[in-house]
């Protein structure tokens, strides 16, 4: 917990009791901190100092409050300060006072400086831009330059050191009250990982999910409460995610305990993490907690062959000849899994990365696919490309296209052929085909059936015998 004093306008008041302190976490690289401690407030005008706030704190987002809504204060003024500490900053906080000057001694017989008092009338300090020369008075005069080295009296290093938020509060009586701040900080940021362990042969996978957090904010966050928001939260410019950095992965398989899980609840149109414990998290520092915990779970592999899929319906009408054949002959690798309470899911699972295990004939572990989740409500089936087959490939050529423009129709036909190389095992493979020429299509001719997906595009599922290959055409007319 962060270090809190306060002092009268008048004078110092005694250091107030430590608080509460909490974390909402957005993955935008944002947080909110919120802190609940006592302060002690004199009649009158009160300086209260809050030290230890972060460096990247957001000024205009500070809130100070009373949580109970029984003791009314006044805020007649609100500072932040994060100054390194410099000399030259030291000395601007003895303006107008006396300081000791170590001067080395002339005598070589004598070891120790020669201190000597002078008065800081300039110490040379400007925020934010370069020092200019300090004004110390010596002896009733005034020179622009140091007259030694400096002595500072001993004064507390969090003072000093860590950033501080201040204000001035009016008070109509002295009381103790518990009081909060929040404040809006960079620095902070989270993501999901997922690891899905599969067995050898066919059966239920068990998945885990971590929370990673990462702490680059300047400061240090103990016995924290922690909560994750999933979603996007609209933002100002100057607040848009940073470039990721390198993250500590870890790979929790079936069998290991990662401890208590995470509860999620709606809030507003986001959804809210709770970690189950309070933690602190070290500036610099990387950690990760449990928050999704599922064995028993099924998944589904499936092939997907999408001759030309960056061919898309722009809204317009296309009647250009375009390639006769596409170059892409990869077959993707997607994993389905069903977010179900049935399926031993059934929460909502935020946006981030997944990797698929499974062990080989002799039960080592391999890595078999990476892929990314994208947010998946609850009872929604979470696609995931995880790679391309090696085994399976498909080729695309048009064989047919004619245009009119008199009668207003484009007829184009396609011949897909899926090469399935594996020795002893048929699969069954998705063709998917963009029908992006106009919005006015139809499938005159087909070898096999069709499933439609959207208003734009179409699949086959086709079945192709183990090492052979199965060819399906078809063909479509536009009108206009």
Same mark, same amino acid.
């Given at each position: 917990?962060?270090?809190?004093?306060?002092?009268?306008?008048?004078?110092?008041?005694?250091?107030?009791?430590?608080?509460?302190?909490?974390?909402?976490?957005?993955?935008?690289?944002?947080?909110?901190?919120?802190?609940?401690?006592?302060?002690?407030?004199?009649?009158?005008?009160?300086?209260?100092?809050?030290?230890?706030?972060?460096?990247?704190? /957001? *000024? $205009? !987002?500070?809130?100070?409050?009373?949580?109970? =809504?029984?003791?009314?204060? @006044?805020?007649?003024?609100?500072?932040?300060?994060?100054?390194?500490?410099?000399?030259?900053?030291?000395?601007?906080?003895?303006?107008?006072?006396?300081?000791?000057?170590?001067?080395?001694?002339?005598?070589?017989?004598?070891?120790?400086?020669?201190?000597?008092?002078?008065?800081?009338?300039?110490?040379?300090?400007?925020?934010?831009?370069?020092?200019?020369?300090?004004?110390?008075?010596?002896?009733?005069?005034?020179?622009?330059?140091?007259?030694?080295?400096?002595?500072?009296?001993?004064?507390?290093?969090?003072?000093?050191?860590?950033?501080?938020?201040?204000?001035?509060?009016?008070?109509?009586?002295?009381?103790?009250?518990?009081?909060?701040?929040?404040?809006?900080?960079?620095?902070?940021?989270?993501?999901?990982?997922?690891?899905?362990? /599969? *067995? $050898? !042969?066919?059966?239920?996978?068990?998945?885990? =999910?971590?929370?990673?957090? @990462?702490?680059?904010?300047?400061?240090?966050?103990?016995?924290?409460?922690?909560?994750?928001?999933?979603?996007?939260?609209?933002?100002?410019?100057?607040?848009?995610?940073?470039?990721?950095?390198?993250?500590?992965?870890?790979?929790?398989?079936?069998?290991?305990?990662?401890?208590?899980?995470?509860?999620?609840?709606?809030?507003?149109?986001?959804?809210?993490?709770?970690?189950?414990?309070?933690?602190?998290?070290?500036?610099?520092?990387?950690?990760?907690?449990?928050?999704?915990?599922?064995?028993?779970?099924?998944?589904?592999?499936?092939?997907?062959?999408?001759?030309?899929?960056?061919?898309?319906?722009?809204?317009?009408?296309?009647?250009?000849?375009?390639?006769?054949?596409?170059?892409?002959?990869?077959?993707?690798?997607?994993?389905?899994?069903?977010?179900?309470?049935?399926?031993?899911?059934?929460?909502?699972?935020?946006?981030?990365?997944?990797?698929?295990?499974?062990?080989?004939?002799?039960?080592?572990?391999?890595?078999?696919?990476?892929?990314?989740?994208?947010?998946?409500?609850?009872?929604?089936?979470?696609?995931?490309?995880?790679?391309?087959?090696?085994?399976?490939?498909?080729?695309?050529?048009?064989?047919?296209?004619?245009?009119?423009?008199?009668?207003?129709?484009?007829?184009?036909?396609?011949?897909?052929?899926?090469?399935?190389?594996?020795?002893?095992?048929?699969?069954?493979?998705?063709?998917?085909?963009?029908?992006?020429?106009?919005?006015?299509?139809?499938?005159?001719?087909?070898?096999?059936?069709?499933?439609?997906?959207?208003?734009?595009?179409?699949?086959?599922?086709?079945?192709?015998?183990?090492?052979?290959?199965?060819?399906?055409?078809?063909?479509?007319?536009?009108?206009?």
């Amino acid at each position: 917990m962060k270090l809190l004093l306060f002092s009268c306008m008048l004078g110092l008041t005694a250091p107030l009791a430590h608080g509460n302190l909490s974390l909402t976490v957005y993955n935008q690289n944002l947080a909110l901190v919120r802190d609940v401690f006592q302060i002690h407030l004199k009649s009158g005008d009160n300086r209260v100092e809050y030290l230890g706030a972060s460096s990247q704190t /957001e *000024p $205009d !987002s500070v809130i100070l409050r009373d949580s109970t =809504g029984q003791h009314p204060f @006044e805020i007649l003024e609100q500072n932040f300060h994060h100054s390194p500490a410099t000399q030259a900053w030291l000395l601007s906080q003895f303006e107008g006072k006396e300081l000791a000057f170590a001067v080395p001694s002339q005598d070589r017989n004598r070891v120790k400086p020669t201190l000597i008092t002078g008065r800081i009338i300039r110490s040379g300090y400007v925020p934010d831009g370069d020092p200019v020369q300090p004004i110390v008075e010596v002896h009733g005069q005034w020179q622009f330059s140091l007259p030694g080295e400096p002595r500072f009296p001993a004064m507390n290093p969090d003072t000093i050191l860590k950033p501080s938020l201040n204000w001035v509060l009016r008070s109509s009586k002295a009381e103790t009250m518990p009081a909060e701040v929040d404040y809006v900080t960079e620095g902070l940021n989270w993501s999901a990982t997922y690891n899905l362990m /599969e *067995p $050898d !042969s066919e059966g239920p996978a068990s998945l885990n =999910g971590w929370i990673t957090l @990462e702490n680059r904010s300047g400061t240090d966050y103990k016995n924290a409460k922690v909560q994750v928001m999933a979603g996007d939260v609209g933002q100002s410019a100057d607040n848009m995610p940073q470039p990721e950095t390198p993250r500590l992965m870890m790979a929790t398989l079936a069998g290991q305990s990662a401890g208590p899980e995470a509860s999620e609840r709606s809030f507003d149109d986001f959804h809210l993490y709770s970690l189950p414990n309070p933690l602190s998290l070290k500036d610099q520092e990387i950690k990760q907690v449990s928050f999704i915990q599922a064995a028993g779970v099924k998944t589904s592999r499936t092939y997907l062959y999408d001759g030309l899929p960056e061919s898309r319906f722009y809204g317009r009408l296309d009647t250009s000849e375009g390639m006769d054949s596409s170059p892409n002959t990869k077959v993707r690798l997607e994993e389905e899994i069903v977010n179900s309470k049935t399926n031993h899911l059934g929460i909502p699972l935020p946006a981030g990365t997944l990797r698929i295990y499974r062990e080989d004939s002799e039960g080592n572990i391999q890595l078999t696919g990476v892929g990314q989740v994208q947010a998946t409500p609850q009872n929604e089936t979470l696609h995931l490309a995880t790679g391309n087959a090696f085994d399976i490939t498909g080729e695309r050529q048009r064989i047919r296209f004619q245009s009119d423009d008199t009668t207003r129709v484009l007829t184009e036909s396609f011949s897909i052929t899926i090469h399935n190389s594996k020795p002893e095992e048929a699969v069954k493979v998705q063709v998917r085909e963009h029908l992006s020429r106009w919005k006015q299509w139809t499938i005159v001719e087909s070898s096999d059936s069709y499933v439609k997906l959207n208003a734009q595009t179409v699949e086959f599922p086709v079945i192709v015998p183990a090492d052979s290959q199965k060819t399906l055409t078809y063909a479509v007319k536009y009108t206009w």
